[in-house]
C-alpha cells in the first residue's frame, strides 16, 4: 500500500475508511482466535497511518486532535482490536508534540521512528499496581549495571496493548527511587511474553498480554524520562480512546440495519425494517450516537494545545468520555434486541462490538470520577 499523501489519499479519514475496510475481513476470526492480525499491523505501518500525529518536521502529518478523532472513529469500525493499537501510538505522539517530557534527541528519534512504521507504546500497568494513572512507583526497576554503563530492567507489565508487535516499548520504572521512562526494544534478551489477554471479555485480538522483563540490559542512554515535575494531563488518551467504543457502536448500528433489511420472516413476509417498532429503535440508536458523536467533535475541536487549557478541558473532557461510551453500551444492547437470538451467536458481529465496548468503562476518566469532574466544574460556575 502506498504511503499517505496529498497526491493519493485526500484525508486521513480516506486512508482510515480504507484500512477498516481490510481489517473488518478479519476481524470476526481475528476475534476468535484471540490474536492480533500481522496483516493488519503491516498495512498500518505501510500506509503512513501511525504518523498522524506526529509532526511533519519528522516526517509525520501533524494532524489535529480532531482530525485525529475523525480518523480513529473510522478506523474503529473496521477492528476495534486494531484500531485501539493504533490509538495508542497516535494518542502518545498527539501528546509528546504538546508537552515535550520525553528527552528532546529521543523525541526527535522516535518521531522519525513512528513515522516510517515502528510501532510504539506506552508500558506502564502492573498487576498489583494497575493503572499509572492512580499514581505510585511502579515495581519494576532499572538499577545501574555492575560497570555503571547502563542500566539493568527487571519486572512485569501487564495490559500491554501490541504485544509482540511493539517495536518500541516505553516502560516506568523505578530508576533509583523516582519514576522514570527506559526504553526496552522487543528484540533485546530478557523481554517475555505471557498470553493473558487472547480471552478476554473485549478487544480479544489487540495482544494486550503480559510482558516480563527478567535482566534486560539496556545502554546509560535509554532513559527516555526522568521524574522531577509532575505529569501534565493527557487530553490525547481519553479522545482517541473513546473513538474506538463510538467506532464499534457505529459499526453495531450499520450492521444491525443490514440486518433488519435482510430479515424476512416467513409470517411478515417482507423485511423486517418495514415495521415501525423496528424503525423506532434504530431511531433511538441515530439519535443517541449522533449526540455522542456531536460531543466528542465539540471537544476534541475545542483544544487548542495549549498548558494553560488543560485544567479547563477536563470537565468537557470527561463529559464526551463518559458520554461516548454509556452511548456505547446502550447502542450495542439495542443491537443485540433488535437482531434477536442470532446477535448473540457467531453468526453476526453484534455480540463482539457488545463486549469491545465494555472496556471503555475501565479506562480513565470514567465512572464516579468523571462524573466529580463535570459536576465540580458545574458548581464552580456558581461559586463566588
Request: include cysteine; hydrophobic fraction near 40%; proline fraction near 4%.
Amino acid at each position: 500500500m502506498e504511503k499517505l499523501n496529498e497526491k493519493n489519499v485526500e484525508t486521513a479519514v480516506s486512508l482510515a475508511t480504507t484500512l477498516a475496510q481490510q481489517f473488518a475481513s478479519r476481524a470476526d476470526e481475528a476475534d476468535k482466535a484471540g490474536v492480533l492480525p500481522t496483516e493488519d499491523v503491516a498495512a498500518l505501518k505501510e500506509s503512513g497511518y501511525l504518523g498522524i500525529s506526529i509532526p511533519r518536521e519528522f516526517g509525520g502529518y501533524g494532524l489535529s486532535l480532531r482530525d485525529c478523532v475523525a480518523a480513529q472513529l473510522a478506523l474503529a469500525q473496521g477492528s476495534t482490536s486494531t484500531a485501539i493499537v493504533a490509538g495508542m501510538q497516535v494518542h502518545i505522539f498527539g501528546h509528546q508534540r504538546e508537552v515535550r517530557s520525553w528527552d528532546e534527541d529521543w523525541y526527535a528519534q522516535f518521531c522519525r521512528l513512528a513515522a516510517s512504521g515502528s510501532l510504539f507504546n506506552s508500558v506502564a500497568s502492573e498487576p498489583a499496581m494497575g493503572s499509572p494513572s492512580r499514581g505510585g512507583l511502579p515495581a519494576t526497576t532499572a538499577v545501574p549495571t555492575q560497570n555503571g554503563d547502563g542500566w539493568v530492567v527487571n519486572g512485569r507489565k501487564t495490559w500491554s496493548t501490541g504485544g509482540k508487535h511493539l517495536t518500541h516499548m516505553l516502560v516506568r520504572v523505578d530508576l533509583e527511587g523516582e519514576g522514570a521512562v527506559v526504553l526496552v526494544e522487543q528484540e533485546m534478551p530478557g523481554v517475555e511474553w505471557i498470553t493473558t489477554w487472547s480471552d478476554s471479555l473485549s478487544l480479544r485480538a489487540s495482544d494486550s498480554h503480559d510482558v516480563v522483563f527478567t535482566n534486560v540490559h539496556i545502554p546509560k542512554n535509554y532513559v527516555v524520562e526522568r521524574g522531577g515535575r509532575k505529569p501534565e494531563p493527557n487530553v490525547w488518551f481519553p479522545m482517541i480512546m473513546s473513538t474506538i467504543y463510538l467506532g464499534a457502536a457505529l459499526a453495531a448500528r450499520n450492521r444491525v440495519i443490514q440486518f433488519a433489511l435482510e430479515r424476512v420472516p416467513t409470517a411478515l413476509g417482507k423485511p423486517i425494517a418495514t415495521l415501525p417498532k423496528i424503525q423506532r429503535q434504530i431511531g433511538e440508536i441515530d439519535v443517541a450516537l449522533q449526540a455522542a458523536r456531536s460531543l466528542l467533535f465539540d471537544v476534541a475541536g475545542e483544544w487548542t494545545g495549549n498548558d494553560a487549557d488543560r485544567k479547563k478541558m477536563s470537565a468537557r473532557i470527561a463529559a464526551a468520555k463518559t458520554m461516548v461510551t454509556e452511548t456505547a453500551n446502550k447502542v450495542t444492547d439495542q443491537a443485540l434486541r433488535i437482531a434477536g437470538g442470532s446477535s448473540i451467536t457467531k453468526a453476526l458481529p453484534l455480540e463482539r462490538y457488545f463486549r469491545d465496548v465494555r472496556a471503555g468503562s475501565m479506562q480513565p476518566p470514567s465512572g464516579d470520577t468523571a462524573l466529580e469532574m463535570v459536576g465540580r466544574a458545574a458548581i464552580a460556575e456558581f461559586d463566588d
